[in-house]
């Protein structure tokens, strides 16, 4: 089972950058796919971004695609998820996630999630 904490939201004008940290623990840690989901609200859930554990590859919603990175430390404990240009369609509550594999199936299936943080991008 893996634990994840997330971080670094906060309001931020239409065109900013925040960036989001997700630290992760438990036990092998580094078998488990992390990526981002968020929730606006009356909005169904939303994959953002993933980062496979086993080749690094990375997989990205297409709406954030070019403007969000997902990246992580060099132990692998904390996932980072760099946003840029934002939007006001980005606010929402963020929740870092994790699955039971090291691919990230489809930018879902999450198998673990922790508390959200929440971002607002004001227009």
């Known amino acids: ?16 950058s925040l960036r989001l940290s997700c630290a992760a623990s438990g036990d092998d840690v580094d078998s488990y796919a992390i990526g981002w989901f968020r929730q606006a609200p009356g909005k169904e859930r939303e994959g953002v971004a993933c980062l496979s554990s ?11 695609q070019g403007r ?5 430390d060099n132990a ?3 996932v ?7 939007k ?10 994790a699955v039971e594999d090291y691919y990230c ?9 922790g508390q959200g943080t929440l971002v607002t991008v004001s227009s």
């Open 1 to 16: 089972e893996v634990q994840l904490q997330a971080s670094g939201g906060g309001l931020v004008q239409a065109g900013g």
């Open 54 to 64: 086993i080749d690094g590859r990375t997989y990205y919603e297409d709406s954030v």
């Open 68 to 72: 969000f990175t997902i990246s992580s």
């Open 76 to 78: 692998g404990n904390t």
């Open 80 to 86: 980072y998820l760099q946003m840029n240009s934002l």
């Open 88 to 97: 006001p369609g980005d606010t929402a509550v963020y929740y870092c996630a």
């Open 105 to 113: 199936p489809n930018l879902g299936g999450w198998d673990y999630y």
